[in-house]
């Protein structure tokens, strides 16, 4: 039983690491997070832009497991191929994600990497630049919506069904370096 106990946790982390050594590096746009969203601990929460597939199927439901498959797009940045309530037998990378809610035209999900963990004292920081993305948008067609011009993307390995979230990035330059570069301007601005 011991064995056992030590066995899964081993497996889930080499599993992660092999993920990193030899799986596919894919980037997934983020959006910003919105500034009223609570402080939610040690880690930051990721909206990606990627979270639906159009889909005439109405029979997703809610909390199930959907396989969506994933290529580079011309941009650079990871999309959705196609999508499944089963295994594909085809050679092409896919993530486990689960199903929101379908609306007979599109099916809305989550991606299993939403979550960026951080050291306790950096985890607000890095979501407060990402939040500060909102406040740097630009207006389109003047309907009043914004457009962050500063790119957020999260870079995460895939191999088989492991998905390992390893960096956050704004505009190519990973959240934890954000983190102490504010750092850095605040402490001299304080001199």
């Given at each position: 039983m ?29 959006q ?9 601990g ?49 050679d ?48 389109i ?14 870079l995460?390995y ?16 990973s ?7 504010n ?9």
């Amino acid at each position: 039983m011991v064995l056992l106990q030590l066995a899964l946790p081993s497996k889930m982390i080499y599993d992660q690491h092999k993920a990193v050594q030899v799986g596919t590096p894919y980037k997934f746009k983020t959006q910003p997070i919105d500034p009223s969203d609570p402080f939610r601990g040690k880690y930051v929460f990721l909206n990606y832009e990627m979270d639906s597939f159009e889909s005439q199927d109405d029979s997703w439901p809610r909390g199930s497991e959907l396989y969506v498959y994933i290529a580079a797009g011309a941009d650079g940045f990871a999309q959705a191929t196609q999508i499944s309530s089963t295994k594909l037998e085809i050679d092409q990378d896919f993530v486990l994600a689960e199903v929101e809610w379908g609306s007979g035209s599109e099916v809305f999900f989550s991606l299993p990497f939403n979550r960026f963990y951080m050291e306790e004292g950096k985890a607000y920081e890095a979501e407060t630049a990402m939040s500060d993305i909102m406040d740097i948008g630009i207006t389109i067609g003047g309907e009043g919506q914004t457009e962050p011009n500063t790119l957020c993307y999260a870079l995460v390995y895939i191999y088989g069904e492991t998905a390992r979230l390893e960096d956050v990035f704004i505009d190519d330059v990973s959240i934890r370096e954000v983190v102490l570069q504010n750092r850095a301007k605040e402490k001299a601005a304080t001199q």
